[in-house]
């Protein structure tokens, strides 16, 4: 069994609210010298069987049609070994 | 025979039973829809109406986009269909790549429910014949998710083809490009906007206007006259 995850941004030029909200609330924390905050999501997808390539192109689609809204997100997929790692 | 209007219902969807309301006061007779049925019910024209579907989890209108109603829906839209979408519905059209855009957080990050004033752009469309261009109305806003966002380039391309069909008035509510309120499809039969017209139909509630009715009067109009 494999993780694929799969991580979730907006694109740089879209305004993230809810990232800004966060940043500004870090001096009051004590927290200084973090100039940008953005916030994103990330996924983790427990594959049953192999992640060959055929499985990978099967997640690229789902990230790209339902995960992400690629009119103002980016993604990225990435294979995580997990358990029984490769023999 | 009068027109048959559909209202689908997904799980989460709160305005369902105001939207049927404001079909049948304005002379048409309203269709409840179900969102595991694929059946339209050979509808004349189709409401997706308010409310936080699934929950809005993922984004809001992401899972309702995948929904059975919505495969046909999609289908009979691009061959003309007449849809409506207020609010959670017009988050669900543009995930469904009907409408251009999509909507983020509000800039403000606050819910927020207030009667907008709008300027209709647009009185050539399925919903909105009965308006005139130019026309200031105001109809009640509620949402966290309305913040019309698209590239420039979409959104010069829907200036120049007078696709903006609403925009905001004195206060842009909440960070919306161009004070986008609603926006229409190409052929003019998919639209959809964030205030929420089937609210301000009858002069006893809310605000005291009807400045929504001519939505569905115009859509009334559009199909006895087909």
Not at chain 2, 76 to 98: D, M, R, S, W, Y
Not at chain 2, 115 to 128: F, G, I, S
Request: glycine content about 8%; some cysteine.
């Amino acid at each position: 069994m494999a993780r694929v995850v799969v991580d979730v941004m907006l694109k740089p030029e879209i305004l993230d609210p809810q990232g800004q909200a966060v940043q500004r609330a870090l001096p009051r924390l004590g927290f200084d010298g973090i100039s940008d905050v953005r916030q994103g999501k990330r996924f983790e997808l427990e594959v049953d069987g192999p992640v060959d390539e055929a499985a990978l192109a099967r997640i690229h689609e789902l990230a790209e049609s339902f995960l992400a809204n690629t009119v103002i997100e980016d993604f990225t997929v990435k294979v995580e070994e997990v358990a029984e790692a490769v023999k | 025979m009068t027109a048959r209007i559909g209202v689908v219902t997904f799980p989460g969807s709160l305005d369902d039973r105001d939207t049927q309301r404001a079909i049948r006061i304005a002379g048409a007779e309203p269709v409840a829809l179900w969102h595991k049925d694929k059946d339209l019910k050979q509808v004349d024209a189709v409401v997706l109406c308010g409310g936080f579907s699934y929950g809005d989890y993922l984004r809001a209108g992401a899972i309702a986009r995948f929904s059975p109603v919505m495969e046909s829906l999609i289908e009979q839209a691009k061959a003309g269909l007449p849809v409506l979408g207020i609010c959670n519905g017009f988050q669900i059209l543009t995930e469904a790549h009907l409408l251009p855009g999509t909507m983020l957080r509000n800039n403000h990050l606050h819910f927020i429910c207030r009667d907008q004033k709008l300027r209709v752009e647009n009185d050539r469309t399925a919903w909105t014949s009965d308006y005139s261009a130019g026309q200031e109305i105001h109809i009640p806003l509620k949402n966290i998710d309305g913040q019309y966002v698209a590239d420039e380039r979409t959104l010069d391309e829907l200036e120049a083809e007078g696709r903006v069909a609403f925009r905001y008035l004195d206060v842009n509510p909440n960070g919306s490009l161009r004070d986008i309120a609603g926006v229409t499809n190409e052929a003019g039969n998919v639209v959809g906007l964030m205030p929420h017209p089937e609210h301000a139909v009858e002069s006893l509630i809310g605000t005291g206007r009807t400045d929504g009715l001519p939505f569905f009067t115009s859509i009334l109009k559009k199909l006895v006259n087909a």
